[in-house]
C-alpha cells in the first residue's frame, strides 16, 4: 500500500514537471517577488517598535521626534515597494497557472485523439470532456493560487518567527505550540475532504454525460416522448450531485469553525501573555506592539495550511483522473512512410476476435479481396460486418494467435496507422459532419482541395444538386452533427469527403441505408466510374447494393456462411436467396433477368 502512495505522489511530481515546462521561468519571478514582498512586509512592525519605543518614548532621535512625517514617508514608500512586488508576483502566478493549464489541455488532447478505440468504448464522453476541463481548472486553480501560497506561507513563518524570536523567545515558544495542533488538525481534514471531493467530481462527471447524451440525443428524445423520463434522470444525478457538495461544504464549515477557534485562542493567549510581559518590563510597548502583529501576521499562513492542504486534496483528485487519461495507452502510430504501400488486395486469415466483454464476435474467417475488386458483405446485425473493416482499419487490434490481416502482403500491424488510414478511407452508415460549412465539411479529407475538385466529389455522390439549392450553397452551415442535413444528404457528403480523399481502399459500411433506391444506383453507377482501380468492400442490407460486386459474402453469427457472386448465392438455397427473395418484388427480378440473362 505504501509503495502505491509514493508512485502515486512520484507520477503526480512527473506531471507537474512535465507541464511546467515553460512556465518555470514565470514561477520562478513569482516567487521571488512574493518573497520581496513577505520582506517588506515584515519591515513595517519593526518601523512601528523603533518609532514607539526610540522616537516617541526616548530622546536618542529628536530630529525624528520633530519630523514624523519622516517615518510617515517611509512607511508609505514600504507599502509601495510591497503592492509593486505584490503586482508582480500575482502577474507571473497568472501567466504560470495559464502556461500550465494550457500545457496540460494541449497534452490532454492530443492524448485523447491517439487513444485506440477499446478506449474510448470503455470511457463515457461526458467524463472525458470533464476530466478535460473541470478537473484541469482544479489543478490550475491550485497552481495560481495555493503553490505559490506554499512558498509564501514559508517565507512568513521564517521571517515571522525569526523576528518573534528576537525579540522574546518565551512568548515565541508559546506560539510555536500551537503550529503542531493546527497541521496536526488540517492534515484529517486534509484526507477527509479528499475523498469527499472525489465522489462529487465523479457526480459530476456522470451529470455531464447525462447532459452531453441528451444534447447529442435530442431527436430521439423528441421522436420518443422521453422528456420527463431524461428530466427524472437528470433530476436523480443532480440530487445526488447536489448532495455530495453539500457534505463537503459541511466539512468545509466545520474545518474553518474549530480553525478560527485555534487560532483565536492563539491570538488572545499572545496578547495576555504579552501585556503582562510587558507590565512587568520584560519586553517594551513597540516590542508588544510589534510581536502582536508578527503574531497576527504568522496566524493566518498557518490557518491557511488548512485551505492549501484542502485545496491540495482536491488538485490531487483531479490529477489522478487527468493521469488517468494520460496513462493510456496510444496506438503505435509509427513512422508514416516507413514502407510506401503499392499492392493494395486484402487478406484475412483465419481472424478471431472478440472485444473486452469476452464475447466472440467472429470466428475462423478467411477471404480474399483482390486488388481493384469490389467487395460485398451481407450479414444481419451483430454478424461482425462493422467489425471486420474496423479491423482492417486498425480501430481495434488483433492480438496473438487471433489471425493476421494483410494488405499488399504486409501485414497491417506493419503498416504506420497514419498511412493505412490514409489509405483505407471508409463512410459509416452514421456519419459524423462538423458543425462548419458544407464545403469544410468535403474538404476535411484534403484541406487544399479547390473548389472545382470538391464540386466534383459532390456530383459523383449526387448531392451537389441538393447543395446548390440551399441559399448559401456550398457554404450552408451544417448544424451540430449536421442535423441540419437529412439522412441521405449526409451520408452523400461524407461520401465526397471519402473520394476527396482520394484512397486506395474504400469502405462504404451501410453508407447508402437513408437514400433511395433509385439514388443508391445513381450513386453506385457514378463511383464505378469515378473509382477505376480503387478496392472496394461495400457492407449493406440491401441486395440492390451488392449485386454488382465481384465477390460477396454472407456472415452468419461471426462466421462465413456463404460467398460466391451475385448469380451464384441466388442458385444456392441459402441466407442470400431466402434475403433477395423477400426484398426483390416479382417485377424486379424479371427485370435483372432481362437485364443480365438467365439466373
Known amino acids: 500500500m505504501d509503495g502505491r502512495i509514493v508512485n502515486r505522489k512520484n507520477r503526480k511530481l512527473q506531471l507537474t514537471a512535465r507541464f511546467f515546462t515553460g512556465?518555470?521561468?514565470?514561477?520562478?519571478?513569482?516567487?521571488?517577488?512574493?518573497?520581496?514582498?513577505?520582506?517588506?512586509?515584515?519591515?513595517?512592525?519593526?518601523?512601528?517598535?523603533?518609532?514607539?519605543?526610540?522616537?516617541?518614548?526616548?530622546?536618542?532621535?529628536?530630529?525624528?521626534?520633530?519630523?514624523?512625517?519622516m517615518i510617515a514617508l517611509i512607511l508609505v514608500g514600504v507599502a509601495l515597494l510591497s503592492g509593486a512586488a505584490m503586482f508582480v508576483s500575482r502577474y507571473f502566478t497568472a501567466r504560470t497557472g495559464e502556461n500550465f493549464a494550457e500545457n496540460m489541455r494541449n497534452a490532454l488532447f492530443a492524448h485523447v485523439q491517439k487513444l485506440p478505440m477499446s478506449w474510448h468504448d470503455k470511457n463515457q464522453t461526458g467524463d472525458i470532456i470533464q476530466r478535460c476541463t473541470s478537473d484541469v481548472e482544479v489543478i490550475r486553480n491550485f497552481v495560481v493560487t495555493q503553490l505559490l501560497e506554499v512558498f509564501r506561507t514559508v517565507f512568513l513563518i521564517v521571517v515571522s518567527f525569526s523576528m518573534m524570536v528576537s525579540m522574546n523567545v518565551k512568548l515565541s515558544l508559546i506560539v510555536l505550540l500551537f503550529v503542531p495542533v493546527v497541521v496536526a488538525y488540517s492534515g484529517v481534514f486534509y484526507?477527509?475532504?479528499?475523498?469527499?471531493?472525489?465522489?462529487?467530481?465523479?457526480?459530476?462527471?456522470?451529470?455531464?454525460?447525462?447532459?452531453?447524451?441528451?444534447?447529442?440525443?435530442?431527436?430521439?428524445?423528441?421522436?420518443f416522448g422521453r422528456e420527463k423520463f431524461e428530466m427524472d434522470r437528470f433530476r436523480e444525478k443532480n440530487n445526488a450531485f447536489a448532495k455530495l457538495w453539500i457534505r463537503l461544504g459541511t466539512l468545509s464549515g466545520l474545518y474553518w469553525g474549530v480553525g478560527d477557534l485555534i487560532t483565536g485562542l492563539q491570538v488572545i493567549t499572545v496578547i495576555v501573555l504579552g501585556a503582562v510581559e510587558a507590565v512587568h518590563g520584560y519586553i517594551s510597548v513597540g516590542e508588544f506592539i510589534?510581536?502582536?502583529?508578527?503574531n497576527t501576521t504568522l496566524v493566518w499562513p498557518i490557518r491557511g495550511l488548512g485551505r492549501i492542504l484542502s485545496d491540495m486534496s482536491k488538485a490531487g483528485v483531479s490529477f489522478e483522473r487527468v493521469d488517468y487519461i494520460i496513462r493510456g495507452e496510444e496506438e503505435a502510430y509509427g513512422r508514416d512512410n516507413a514502407c510506401e504501400q503499392k499492392k493494395y488486395d486484402i487478406k484475412f486469415s483465419g481472424v478471431?476476435?472478440?472485444?473486452?466483454?469476452?464475447?466472440?464476435?467472429?470466428?475462423?474467417?478467411?477471404?480474399?479481396?483482390?486488388?481493384?475488386?469490389?467487395?460485398?458483405?451481407?450479414?444481419?446485425?451483430?454478424?461482425?460486418?462493422?467489425?471486420?473493416v474496423q479491423l482492417l482499419d486498425r480501430f481495434y487490434e488483433l492480438e496473438e494467435g487471433e489471425g493476421t490481416i494483410t494488405v499488399g502482403g504486409r501485414n497491417i500491424k506493419e503498416i504506420p496507422l497514419e498511412q493505412l488510414r490514409r489509405e483505407v478511407a471508409m463512410v459509416l452508415q452514421e456519419p459524423f459532419l462538423y458543425s462548419r460549412t458544407i464545403r469544410e465539411n468535403i474538404a476535411a479529407a484534403n484541406p487544399e482541395a479547390s473548389l472545382e475538385e470538391i464540386r466534383n466529389a459532390a456530383k459523383v455522390a449526387c448531392v451537389d444538386d441538393?447543395?446548390?439549392?440551399?441559399?448559401?450553397?456550398?457554404?450552408?452551415?451544417?448544424?451540430?452533427?449536421?442535423?441540419?442535413?437529412?439522412?441521405?444528404?449526409?451520408?452523400r457528403v461524407a461520401i465526397a469527403r471519402m473520394l476527396l480523399q482520394k484512397a486506395p481502399i474504400m469502405v462504404f459500411d451501410d453508407?447508402?441505408?437513408?437514400?433511395?433506391?433509385?439514388?443508391?444506383?445513381?450513386?453506385?453507377?457514378?463511383?464505378?466510374?469515378?473509382?477505376?482501380?480503387?478496392?472496394?468492400?461495400?457492407?449493406?442490407?440491401?441486395?440492390?447494393?451488392?449485386?454488382?460486386?465481384?465477390?460477396?459474402?454472407?456472415?452468419?453469427?461471426?462466421?462465413?456462411?456463404?460467398?460466391?457472386?451475385?448469380?451464384?448465392?441466388?442458385?444456392?438455397?441459402g441466407i442470400y436467396r431466402q434475403i433477395y427473395e423477400i426484398q426483390m418484388s416479382h417485377d424486379d427480378r424479371k427485370e435483372v433477368k432481362e437485364s443480365h440473362g438467365s439466373l
Open 23 to 69: 512556465a518555470k521561468k514565470y514561477f520562478a519571478a513569482a516567487v521571488a517577488a512574493s518573497f520581496f514582498t513577505t520582506i517588506l512586509n515584515a519591515l513595517t512592525p519593526q518601523i512601528f517598535r523603533f518609532t514607539i519605543d526610540s522616537v516617541l518614548g526616548g530622546e536618542k532621535y529628536p530630529y525624528l521626534s520633530r519630523h514624523l512625517w
Open 191 to 223: 484526507r477527509l475532504i479528499a475523498t469527499r471531493f472525489q465522489d462529487a467530481d465523479e457526480a459530476e462527471g456522470e451529470l455531464s454525460t447525462v447532459v452531453q447524451e441528451n444534447a447529442t440525443g435530442v431527436r430521439v428524445v423528441r421522436a
Open 290 to 294: 510589534a510581536f502582536a502583529s508578527y
Open 352 to 388: 478471431n476476435f472478440s472485444y473486452e466483454d469476452g464475447k466472440e464476435v467472429l470466428r475462423g474467417i478467411n477471404f480474399d479481396i483482390p486488388q481493384g475488386s469490389t467487395f460485398g458483405i451481407l450479414g444481419g446485425t451483430g454478424s461482425g460486418k462493422s467489425t471486420i
Open 466 to 491: 441538393a447543395i446548390m439549392s440551399f441559399p448559401d450553397g456550398y457554404d450552408t452551415l451544417v448544424g451540430e452533427r449536421g442535423v441540419t442535413l437529412s439522412g441521405g444528404q449526409r451520408q
Open 511 to 573: 453508407s447508402l441505408s437513408a437514400v433511395d433506391s433509385e439514388t443508391d444506383s445513381l450513386i453506385r453507377k457514378a463511383l464505378k466510374s469515378h473509382m477505376k482501380d480503387a478496392t472496394v468492400i461495400l457492407i449493406s442490407h440491401r441486395i440492390t447494393t451488392l449485386m454488382g460486386a465481384d465477390n460477396i459474402m454472407v456472415l452468419n453469427r461471426g462466421q462465413i456462411e456463404e460467398m460466391g457472386t451475385h448469380y451464384e448465392l441466388i442458385e444456392k438455397d
